[in-house]
Structure formats: C-alpha cells, structure tokens
C-alpha cells in the first residue's frame, strides 16, 4: 500500500516482507515481540546484501547494525530478566511478564509452524554465510562485528527458550530444537532462538482463519490445549498459568513428562498439515 | 512575506542530457516562445517518454554568493552553471530567469585498484569561493576527491601578434619586417572553466560535506569518520581535525553526516552525526578538535519511541544561519532550529511529514528512511525550506509559524504560474486536491534545495530537474 509506484524487487520473499512491515505499520497492536522479529529480519537481509550494493555506504551500515545491536540488548536483557522469574521468588503476576505478551500466546500455532512462515521470509540464500564472505576491509569488519554479535546471540539463546518455564531443559524438546536448528542454518539458525522465544505472540491480532485457511483449525478448539504445543516458552498461558506456576516449581521428571505429551502433540499436528 | 502566502513563479529547466544546456527564453509574456524552445531541445517524442538516466539525477544545488549564479551537480559527475539574467529595463519580466551559463565534466568514474572499489563520479558537493576577481571559483567533490575549478569569461581576444599568425603557428621570421602592438578585438562570450586544484588522497570514507571558512583560505571537508582541514592553494597535505574512527571499527555505532564552517568566525564549525547530534568545535582549542566545546542533543521523547529512533533521529544537513547566531538541522521527520547558545533543546521543531511516523516500518524496507533531505535557510533567516516526498517541499515561517508545502512538478509549474499549496490528508477529513499518504510517489523526492542568498528566488531539484521559483510579490516589484 505504501509502496505503491516504488521499485521492488519481484521476488516473494520480498513481497512477504512488505506484507510484513505494512502490517506492522497499519496493525499497531501487531505484538511487540513479533515487530522486533520482522525488524530483526529486515535488518538482517538489507545487512546480506549489503555487499551488493553498487556504492557501500557506512551510514546506512552503522544505523542497520545499530538497530540490530539495540534489539540484540533487549533480547538479552530479557533473557536476563528469566532465571530470576523462574526461581520462583517473583509474584505470580509478575511472572506474567516475560517480555513476549504471554497473555496473546495461548492464541498461537506450534512453533515448527512459525518458524515455517519466517523461513519463507527469508531469501534461500543464507545471510550469516555471505555476510563471511565480505572482504576485510574497515567496513566489512563493522559488519563481521554484527557477527560476532550474532555469534554471541547463538550461544545464549538457549537460555530464553529453554529457561523460561523449566529449571531443567526438557530432552525431549532439546532434541526437536536440534533438528530444528539443521533445518534453518546460519544466521536463521542463530536466530532460531528469536524466532521460537519472539514470535510466540506471532498471530495474536491476526486469525488463524485468515493467514491458514488450508488449515484445519477445529482441531485447535477440541481435545487438547493448544499452548501444550508450545515451546516451553510460550507455555505462560493464561488459561493456566497456575498449572504452568506449578510446573516450574516441579521437578524435572514431570517437566519431562509434559514434554513428551507435548512432542507427540506436536507430530500429531505436523501429521494433520502435512496431510492438509 | 510569509511563508504561506509566497506565491511562487516557476522556471524549470531540463537537465536530462547535456545537450539540453542551452539558454531557455522560459518568460510569461513569452510562453508560446518558451515552449517552442523547450520543445526543440528535446529529442522526438514526449519528453516524459525519455527514460531517466541516473548519470542525470542532480545531487547538489547552489547558489553563489551574490545569487548571480547557481551551479547543480549531478550523478554523471557535471556541473552546469546557471546564470541569471541581467536586470533589463525593457523586459522587466526577463529578470530572475537562470540561462545555462556553463557545463563542464567535473568527475569522471575512477577504480580503486588497492581496495578494488569503484569511485563514483557523482558529484556530492559544490561549494563557491567568494568572488575575488572577475572569475569565478567553485568546489566540488565526488566520494573522494575534491576539485578547485575556475570560471571565467572571455569577449575579447588579442589580434595582430608580431611573431605567430591567426592560427598561433609561429610565422617565418624572415617575413616580420615591422614590429606591431596586438590589439583586443571583440568576440562572442565565452566562458572558461579550468581546473585549478586537485586535492585528493585526503579521504578514506565518503566525502559528504565541504565548507568554505570566512577567512576565504581555507576549507574543510568532511567524510563518514574525519574532516580534513585543507588550505585552498596547497594540495598535497591537509590537516585532520576531527576523527571519530574508533581503534576497532567493531565499535563504531555514529558517523558524521554533515559540517559546516560559521559564517563569520573563522575558528568555529560544526559537525552532525548519526545519533541526532550537533558538535560545535573551536579550532583555537587545540590541532585536533576530537573534544567538542559544545554538544547539542535533544533528549529522546520516550512517547515516540519505536525501533527506527535513533534511524529517524539521524541528522542528514546542518546549516548556520546567515547572522550565524542559529543553526538548523533536518533529520527524517522534523527539521529544527538550535540556538548556538541553548545546547539542551532546539528552539523551533517543525515537522516536514509527521503523516509518515505511522509508515516508518515500510520505509525502513524500502530504505526511504536512509533518504538525505537538505534544508535551507532564506536571506534573512526567517523562513526555512526542506524537502519531501512526491515533488514536495515545505517552508515554515519562523515569525507566524505557518508552514506551506508546494509541489514541483511540470503540470503544476508552468512558467509564471502561480503554485498552489497542497495538503496531505490523514485521516478520514479530505478535501478536493488532497493527496492521501498511500498515494504519495515516494520514488519522487526532492533532496536538494537552495536559496538565493538575498532575494526570494529558491532552486529545487527534483530528481533530473531543476526548478527555479520566484516570489511573485517580490518580483512584480521590480
């Protein structure tokens, strides 16, 4: 809508994007952790093909990297803010608040199935490995500074995923997470922990109906609780929160026992879209 | 005269292709004439059929310092000066109308073979010396290097040497029997540009401002992580003074967008940088001006907060006020007017398209955002004048607090028509003529602007072409 008469480049990752960042400008009540996400995208791909342009520009590389080293410390600042949440030594209501808008993630689909639709975001091409590429000049070490950013990101990001609900990580889903991780490489892949802990709230404001209308949504409303599918993260619900308070106090057999249900909810699901 | 109530003339000229440079008779009272001439320049077919070529694309504009002359610089590394037509008794009409006065190819595209880079020719900048003789001087610069030109007429030649003929070849002694003195004979005008000066090797980053001092000796210039303190005659050596490179370029987080020498203290200028803020430095404090001696800085409305502020808050130009007590600075959404002596605040923000804070997100996508809008001061510092989006440009009268925003474009500014204010709707409440934010063309935007040091005379380039407005009240005086 905005960019009505610009020039843009045809292909679909990009116009998926321009989806994206419209609705994030006409959707003000899009989730703030899902409009960090897309920001963090965008940022990520105008850093990737950055070498492309035909005049580097400093000015823009700096505001760029700016932009995704702020995002990068409030990641990290929530993720700082969890461990203490999850001793327990925090009200409940307060536990509440994870930074993710917990109250809309009951609302939400599996994570495989979000970090489906940002993956079709991205370009095929994977941004961390060509973003190495860069030749070291001054410039490109601004930017190689963004990787060892990100590099930094990889390394903690367990922690926001993991350690929001449970003392112990759940094996389990450990291991979806790995293969989740070999599925989405490079920077995707060090993002894959922004994708699983930022975009729980991903649909929030938009139905599910709209953006999965192949999708057969009765399934959601019958047997089980949707937010069981969750990562562990997305878990804080408001249906239950009791239950989920209850859970971090627990020992880390019964988390695993969760877990598991969790997991073959999980393959049931990814049976039914597949199926669809 | 308020900013609202400026009726403007216009005059536009074609920059589309060197060719186009010729004088361009664009007057009311002889409109049919205008359009004849405007319409041979072109080659067959509609001028808007003419696919626009980026080497056309102006990306400076500016007057000199009498106003007598305004140069543009464009993408393909020209320069075409614009003369204004002497005061003519007769026609009064034809005065304010800017000819083509002269073309010359400023840049060419060079590579970089250590760092296997290419140097665009674009030309940046272009800054005039004050008038010290009969010729003209001017810089400009691309990316890296900067050019001292020189500008000057000839309408007369010398005839009769004793020793060369016509040609210049040298004639056969054996032929001189009498000895003569060469007399200057009339001759058509022409004006000569030569370079004078090269000064390269200065800049390692993109050079995106230069600045003339008032002691007329000197300049600076400035690129993403230094400026260079440069003498006008010496080419082979500058001095740094100010360097904002950390030792590890992983640290860096702020370049500098644009500085400018005060008008009249020689030792005084002031950078901007990408973070939203101004340095004011005094070269008599030390080489090196890395310390400022005064850090303007707004603080950051938590209100507005939103993932592009600091993008948003960028400073993209900063300009001194003629009486050098102001400074005024763009960045994306405002443009605002500091005190030289109010370091906490500006006094004035005025906002150029506030509709847009709403859309940041796709201007982010469509990298819009990185846009580097121009301001400008008018002769007597009481109105100011910004570029938008869609061909439009905005004034704000510092004295009323009325702001207009006007378009430039070829439908609307015919020669001697008047422009009409447009709005820009948001929200629900349009009137007739309104444009709504969704169909602003933000591929048109005018970046470039200048103002007639002294008169009400304004240059906007927008994209390949130059309009040159006049105050319709001012002029109907003359």
Known sequence: MLGKGLKRKLNDCEETMTEFSCAYDCNRTMPYSHQRQLVLNMCLNKLQSYKMLAEPNLHRSVLIANTVRQIQEETRQESSQLPGVMGGDIPSNNFIYTGSDPIDSSLNLPFGINTEITRDTWPSENPLDSLMEVTDDDMSSAISSILKDLDFVEDISPTPAQGSVMDEPPKPLESGYKVEKQDVRGTECAFGSFELTSSTSYLKDLSVDDIFDDIDTSMYDSDFSFSSLMSPRMQPAVEEPLKLYTMCNNSASSNLQVCRTDLNDLDHIIEILVGS | ?478
């Open chain 2, 1 to 478: 005269m308020t900013a609202a109530s400026i009726g403007l003339n216009s005059q536009d000229c074609d920059s589309r292709n060197p060719g186009c440079y010729c004088r361009i008779p664009a007057t009311a009272y002889r409109w049919d004439a205008a359009a004849i001439a405007r319409a041979q320049l072109l080659s067959p077919g509609d001028r808007h059929d003419v696919i626009l070529r980026q080497a056309d694309i102006i990306s400076t504009v500016e007057f000199n310092h009498t106003g007598e002359l305004l140069a543009t610089g464009d993408k393909g590394g020209r320069v075409v000066i614009f003369q204004r037509e002497p005061e003519c008794k007769n026609e009064p009409c034809r005065q304010g109308e800017y000819n083509v006065y002269s073309t010359f190819q400023s840049h060419e595209p060079e590579f970089d073979y250590l760092k296997s880079l290419e140097i665009e020719e674009k030309i940046n900048k272009i800054k005039w010396l004050p008038q010290q003789n009969a010729a003209h001087a001017l810089l400009s610069t691309n990316d890296k290097t900067i050019k001292l030109w020189k500008i000057s007429e000839r309408d007369k030649r010398p005839e009769g040497y004793n020793l060369k003929d016509e040609e210049g070849k040298l004639k056969d002694l054996s032929t001189v029997t009498s000895l003569q003195v060469p007399v200057l004979k009339p001759m058509d005008l022409m004006v000569e540009v030569s370079p004078r000066r090269i000064f390269s090797n200065g800049h390692t980053y993109h050079v995106n401002s230069i600045s003339v001092n008032s002691d007329c000796e000197t300049y600076m210039s400035a690129d993403d992580l230094r400026i260079n303190l440069w003498h006008l005659a010496i080419t082979d050596r500058s001095f740094n003074i100010v360097d904002i490179k950390p030792a590890n370029m992983e640290d860096l987080t702020e370049v500098i967008t644009a500085a400018e020498f005060h008008p009249y203290h020689c030792n005084l200028f002031v950078y901007s940088s990408s973070k939203g803020s101004l340095r004011l430095c005094d070269m008599r404090a030390s080489a090196l001006c890395d310390k400022h001696c005064k850090l303007y800085e707004e603080p950051e409305d938590p209100s507005n907060r939103s993932f592009f502020s600091e993008i948003i808050s960028s400073v993209s130009d900063v300009k001194f006020s003629h009486s050098g007590r102001y400074m005024l600075t763009r960045d994306y959404l405002t443009v605002k007017v500091w005190d030289l002596n109010m370091e906490t605040k500006p006094i004035e923000t005025y906002q150029v398209h506030d509709y847009l804070r709403s859309k940041l997100c796709s201007l982010y996508e469509n990298d819009c955002i990185f846009d580097k809008f121009e301001c400008a001061w008018n002769g007597s510092d009481s109105v100011i004048m910004t570029g938008a989006y869609n061909n439009f440009f905005r004034m704000f009268d510092r004295n009323t607090k009325r702001d207009v925003t006007l378009e430039a474009s070829r439908e609307s500014s015919k020669p001697r028509a008047v422009l009409k204010p447009r709005r820009v709707c948001v929200g629900g409440k349009r009137r007739k003529d309104d444009i709504s934010v969704d169909s602003l063309d933000f591929t048109k935007k005018i970046l470039h602007t200048a103002w007639h040091p002294t008169e009400n005379i304004i240059a906007i380039a927008a994209t390949n072409n130059l309009y040159i407005f006049q105050d319709k009240v001012n002029s109907d005086m003359h």
